[in-house]
C-alpha cells in the first residue's frame, strides 16, 4: 500500500514562506509513481478539504485560483517526492495541509475523490 510521510509545516508570519514535502513509498506493479496524479488539499476549521494544487498523470498542473501566482507543486520523480513550494504567504493560507496520491494512472484531470492515499497532515499557520 502506498504510505505518504510529510514534512516542512510550521507557522511564519504573512508575506513569508514555507516548503513542504512529502515522501511516497510502496508503490507496486500497476501503481507506477511517476504516472500517478499526486497533489497538495488543505482543510481549515468548519471548512471542506479542498484541492490546493495537483499535478495529473499526464503532468499537467493544476491549482486553485487562490493559490496561482504564490504556490509551485513540483515532483522529484526519482526520489519519489512531492514539493509544494508556498510563498507570500497569506493568514487565510492557515491549514493542515495533506499530501495525497491516487495510487495508479487516471487518463484525465484527478478530481479529489481520485484521491485514495493520504499523508497524516502537516499544519500551516500564517500570522498577520
Known amino acids: 500500500q502506498v504510505q505518504l510521510v510529510e514534512s516542512g509545516g510550521g507557522s511564519v508570519q504573512a508575506g513569508g514562506s514555507l516548503r513542504l514535502s512529502c515522501a511516497a513509498s510502496g508503490y507496486t506493479s500497476g501503481y507506477t509513481y511517476s504516472r500517478n496524479c499526486m497533489g497538495w488539499f488543505r482543510q481549515a476549521p468548519g471548512k471542506e478539504r479542498e484541492g490546493v494544487a495537483i499535478?495529473?498523470?499526464?503532468?499537467?498542473?493544476s491549482y486553485s485560483d487562490s493559490v496561482k501566482g504564490r504556490f509551485t507543486i513540483s515532483q522529484d520523480i526519482a526520489k519519489n517526492t512531492l514539493h509544494l513550494q508556498m510563498n507570500n504567504l497569506k493568514p487565510e493560507d492557515t491549514a493542515m495541509y495533506y499530501c495525497?496520491?491516487?495510487?495508479?494512472?487516471?487518463?484525465?484531470?484527478?478530481?479529489?475523490?481520485?484521491?485514495?492515499?493520504w499523508g497524516q497532515g502537516t499544519q500551516v499557520t500564517v500570522s498577520s
Open positions: 495525497a496520491a491516487a495510487g495508479w494512472y487516471i487518463s484525465r484531470a484527478c478530481l479529489k475523490d481520485d484521491f485514495r492515499y
Open positions: 499535478i495529473n498523470s499526464d503532468h499537467t498542473i
